[in-house]
């Protein structure tokens, strides 16, 4: 929801504040506000049915929230390990054939191209493999 709620001008918690005050006053007042002609029962029931409403969409929005941390936090270290499996097997690649050949120049500059990652997965950095060319069969 932001730092506001859409539209309105108050914060979440401006707005709960403020609801919390109403509730109590509605409870502690209610013989006053009766003699003024008002039903309060039945307004302070509305009131109380909406504040649970809201209280029950922002438990949901709380749990999607988690939900979605856990799953960029999945798909973030699924592409990490993706980043190092490719890297591994371009360095292989580039190993299997000469050096000096069209196809290892062509893997080259894709190897050039690659930004490096930090080394924080555990997993020996492609970089740092090395990889003999495949053995030629007679």
């Known amino acids: 929801m932001g730092e506001e709620v859409k539209n309105l001008g108050y914060s979440e918690a ?40 809201a209280n029950a969409s922002n438990e949901k929005q709380e749990q999607k929230k988690r939900e979605l941390r856990e799953i960029t936090e999945e798909h973030e270290a699924d592409l990490k390990q993706l980043y190092v499996v490719g890297s591994s097997q371009l360095d292989m690649m580039i190993g299997a054939v000469d050096k000096n050949s069209v196809p290892a120049k062509n893997f080259r500059r894709i190897r050039s191209r690659m930004k490096r990652p930090d080394n924080d997965t555990g997993v020996e950095p492609a970089q740092n493999l090395t990889a003999e060319p495949a053995p030629v069969k007679p």
């Open 14 to 53: 401006q707005i709960l504040g403020t609801i919390e005050k109403i509730e109590d006053l509605q409870v502690t007042e209610r013989a006053a506000l009766m003699r003024g002609n008002l039903d309060i029962d039945n307004m302070h029931q509305k009131l109380l049915t909406q504040h649970r409403k």
